[in-house]
């Protein structure tokens, strides 16, 4: 078999995720959160409430185990549920005032983590690295759809 680049960057790519995701995995595990509820957090903060529909199919979850992860952080006291009055089937999730406080606080430290874990490129490599990785999952969400 010829020399093929693209099982290199297959595997290259897959290595590079699983390091990068392990480092990512270890800061959110240290604030007592898993990457579900953290992602949840940091989605209701930065796009405001949101039906439970809307972030598992943003953070790729069965709505069933979101469900899940709503009850852990709603025991926590970080997020509430509010009833839609027009469609009672929808059920929008909030940061409470303690939620908003400590997503707030954790995000600064995760943004060290991440500018430490990054700072091995430049300005321009990051944006050039964003740039194909839209590039390759734009093309391979439209394979998976054949």
């Known amino acids: 078999?010829?020399?093929?680049?693209?099982?290199?960057?297959?595997?290259?790519?897959?290595?590079?995720?699983?390091?990068?995701q392990s480092?990512?995995?270890?800061?959110?595990?240290?604030?007592?959160?898993?990457?579900?509820?953290?992602?949840?957090?940091?989605?209701?903060?930065?796009?405001?409430?949101?039906?439970?529909?809307?972030?598992?199919?943003?953070?790729?979850?069965?709505n069933s185990s979101m469900t899940y992860t709503i009850d852990k952080l709603e025991k926590k006291k970080y997020v509430s549920r509010c009833k839609d009055d027009n469609d009672r089937r929808n059920t929008e999730i909030s940061l409470t005032n303690s939620g908003k406080t400590y997503i707030s606080t954790i995000l600064k430290t995760h943004e060290e983590t991440l500018r430490e874990l990054y700072k091995i490129l430049n300005e321009e490599e990051k944006r050039l690295l964003i740039d194909l990785m839209k590039k390759l999952g734009y093309y391979a969400e439209k394979l998976k759809e054949v």
């Open 23 to 62: 480092v990512i995995a270890k800061d959110i595990e240290s604030y007592g959160l898993n990457s579900t509820e953290f992602g949840t957090l940091e989605m209701l903060y930065h796009k405001g409430p949101r039906t439970i529909q809307t972030i598992s199919k943003r953070l790729l979850m069965a």
């Open 1 to 20: 078999m010829e020399n093929n680049v693209d099982f290199k960057l297959t595997a290259v790519l897959f290595r590079a995720m699983q390091h990068v």
